[in-house]
Antibody, heavy 122, light 112 residues
Framework: EVQLVESGGGLVQPGGSLRLSCAAS????????MSWVRQAPGKGLEWVST????????YYADSVKGRFTISRDNSKTTLYLQMNSLRAEDTAVFYC???????????????WGQGTLVTVSS | DIVMTQSPDSLAVSLGERATINCKSS????????????LAWYQQKPGQPPKLLIY???TRESGVPDRFSGSGSGTDFNLTISSLQAEDVAVYFC????????FGQGTRLEIK
């Protein structure tokens, strides 16, 4: 059974940093691209970033480019999202999601974690 | 980016009746390499993450009840629930993956 468990969310001041983690199990982690998708409170879904299975290719939404960095450790089957220069509009539940392919292009998301809440406020 | 627009924003249907949600994309999402439409549907129940229902516009994900079906091509797509059950109350989202992934705003489905 695929399991994705996010951690690392919390309250951070504007301009601050946070690192999210997603521990994966139940599938061959390195064979699949992984993504982060966020959902502001009471709002819709916004794709944030994707990384290929072997970690060599990354994709970012324009809204986070230059501020967020996605990475993965296949030996630990863990996905990360380093978030810097956080803004109030980054407040959201961040979901880790498994992509249906290895390369990460044209992704849809076949499994999702329960999410971790990031609140950016002074 | 491709803009995805769902209608209606909310929908109330009686138990056992048909529910249909529409999703329109601002440009075609037909992927020429496989002649398939790069369109997925998700269901999100309160307090839960989204769940994949349909991909390639009409392929049902494993384990999804066959009362859920997807149709459409190009820029116009539908998600249909043939006989609404109480457990289908949720918000439904479409998503295109032809280019940078984008989602529709969501349709809230309730029981009439």
């Amino acid at each position: 059974e695929v399991q994705l468990v996010e951690s690392g969310g919390g309250l951070v001041q504007p301009g601050g940093s946070l690192r999210l983690s997603c521990a994966a199990s139940g599938f061959t982690f390195s064979s699949y691209a992984m993504s982060w998708v966020r959902q502001a409170p009471g709002k819709g879904l916004e794709w944030v970033s994707t990384i290929s299975g072997i970690g060599t290719t990354t994709y970012y939404a324009d809204s986070v480019k230059g501020r967020f960095t996605i990475s993965r450790d296949n030996s630990k089957t863990t996905l990360y999202l380093q978030m810097n220069s956080l803004r109030a509009e980054d407040t959201a539940v961040f979901y880790c999601a498994k992509v249906q392919n290895s390369g990460g292009s044209r992704p849809y998301f076949d499994h999702w974690g329960q999410g971790t809440l990031v609140t950016v406020s002074s | 980016d491709i803009v995805m627009t769902q209608s209606p924003d909310s929908l109330a249907v009686s138990l056992g009746e048909r529910a249909t949600i529409n999703c329109k994309s601002s440009q075609s999402v037909l992927y020429s390499s496989n002649n398939k439409n790069s369109l997925a549907w998700y269901q999100q129940k309160p307090g839960q993450p989204p769940k994949l229902l349909i991909y390639w516009a009409s392929t049902r994900e494993s384990g999804v009840p066959d009362r859920f079906s997807g149709s459409g091509s190009g820029t116009d797509f539908n998600l249909t629930i043939s006989s609404l059950q109480a457990e289908d109350v949720a918000v439904y989202f479409c998503q295109q993956y032809y280019s940078t992934p984008t989602f529709g705003q969501g349709t809230r489905l309730e029981i009439k």
